[in-house]
């Protein structure tokens, strides 16, 4: 039974796990082929990701809330409920996407307090009005993304995050280094071609909604279902509000980190981002199982299958266990030639060979955290994790990373010990409650 519903979770995971790889894939070649011009690019490209990520990651808590509601109501065969919830639901997140462009456009001048090298600086605030902008078509993007996979049609979205890729790396090349006529744009050239593929992505799923015969019969009732609702948007903010600050906070506490490192130099800036990026890259494989988990666990719930919600979470922590270990070995293994290809500064690459040994130290407690979460996302259980959240990060693994990063003097491996230390205390909390509830589920 264990290995049936591991088939299952896996068998959904698996176009979530390409889509979200192929998004994560998008920052990597804007990194590498930026990394390519020089490093203080770089590192430019590496702040205003680091900035950028925090506000971006809740507007990727609040979609979460559409999917989590559409499994629900699609586990209760309740056709008229998923296109009420998707209404309301893009709605809401439309709001959430144009509060978050304004806030990074607006805000983009604490880059000059941030204590970060004057030349980065100088790069990081014009490219931030591109990415700024981007985070609005990349957040309906994700909005419509999670209405699909909520409908358990995973395929979809994966398909265009995938053309995304060829298109991304097209633009970046005739953008940032001057190709077929174009002007020469360098860091600005990526920022372009991140705003015109994310544009594209998002009209293109958009129009596959709207018109396609696997979603007609959720635009079909419409007239009736197509309204705002109070009550609807209180329920997707129950999920959507936790949600994003369980992203924000993880997402913050990189971010923050990568600030501090800056504050070291340039090239300590560099090295982590490469690190980060790794990491962040097989993250995305973690993200797509939890996801897939989450859906089917909330497709359960709604359906009220008490034994089916511990099989599927206990197999799929048991995926995150193997699938960490797996990842563990290949940063080990290769650790010294994943660098190469985003940067030929030998001190970068020193560095991020170093950093990448902490980053295989907390694969297995990366995964396991990841997929915690959305296990408990699909009991609707949001809050206490919420809070486990905030202490694992910023009451523990910040604090100890700053204090070992310059109180005892070990420079970016400080910070990347202080991560590790908190991603294994909420893997420990969330894996701990959910073996917990799950007594009350099967009972």
């Known amino acids: ?79 008229h409920k998923v296109s009420h919830y998707f209404y309301n639901g893009f709605f809401l997140c439309v709001f959430t996407a144009l509060v978050i462009a304004s ?185 797509g199982l939890s996801q897939a988990a989450s859906i089917r666990i909330s497709n359960a719930f709604g359906a009220r299958n008490r034994p089916k919600i511990v099989q599927i979470g206990k197999s799929t922590i048991a995926t995150a266990l193997v699938y960490g270990s797996i990842c563990a070995v290949f940063f080990v293994s290769f650790r010294e030639i994943l660098p190469t290809f985003f940067n030929d500064n030998a001190r970068v690459v020193q560095l991020a060979s170093y950093l990448l040994l902490f980053a295989a130290v907390f694969q297995i407690s990366d995964s396991t955290q990841a997929v915690g979460a959305g296990i408990l996302r699909g009991l609707k259980d949001v809050k206490i994790p919420t809070i486990f959240v905030a202490i694992s990060y910023w009451v523990v693994g910040l604090p100890v990373g700053y204090f070992l990063t310059f109180h005892m003097d070990l420079g970016p491996s400080g910070i990347w010990i202080g991560l590790t230390t908190g991603l294994t205390l909420i893997s420990f909390f969330l894996i701990g409650r959910f073996f917990s509830l799950s007594k009350k589920q099967a009972s």
């Open 103 to 287: 806030v990074l456009l607006a805000g983009k001048g604490i880059f000059r307090h941030l204590g970060q090298d004057e030349e980065v600086v100088a790069l990081a605030i014009p490219f931030m009005n591109y990415i700024g902008i981007s985070i609005i078509p990349m957040i309906l993007f994700m909005t419509l993304k999670q209405f699909a996979d909520g409908l358990e049609y995973t395929k979809t979205a994966m398909i265009i995050s995938l053309a995304g890729l060829p298109l991304n790396a097209f633009l970046n090349w005739v953008l940032i280094y001057g190709n077929l006529g174009f002007p020469r744009l360098e860091l600005m050239g990526a920022g372009w071609a991140t705003l015109i593929t994310r544009t594209i992505m998002f009209l293109s799923l958009g129009y596959v909604i709207l018109n396609h015969r696997i979603f007609s019969r959720y635009v079909a009732v419409r007239k009736t279902q197509w309204h705002f609702k109070v009550k609807t948007l209180r329920e997707l903010l129950h999920i959507g509000i936790p949600s994003s600050l369980q992203l924000g906070m993880e997402s913050g506490a990189f971010a923050v980190s990568g600030i501090i490192i800056g504050t070291l130099g340039a090239v300590e800036q560099a090295a982590h981002q490469i690190a980060l990026s790794c990491a962040s890259f097989t993250f995305m494989a973690s993200m």
């Open 1 to 79: 039974m264990i290995l049936d519903e591991t088939s299952k979770t896996v068998k959904l995971a698996l176009p979530i796990i390409l889509g979200e790889l192929a998004q994560m894939a998008l920052h990597l070649i804007d990194t590498a082929m930026v990394g390519a011009v020089d490093y203080k690019q770089l590192a430019a490209a590496a702040l205003v990701f680091n900035v950028m990520n925090i506000p971006f990651v809740v507007g990727i808590g609040v979609t979460i809330s559409v999917s989590q509601m559409v499994s629900m109501a699609h586990g209760q065969h309740n056709g």
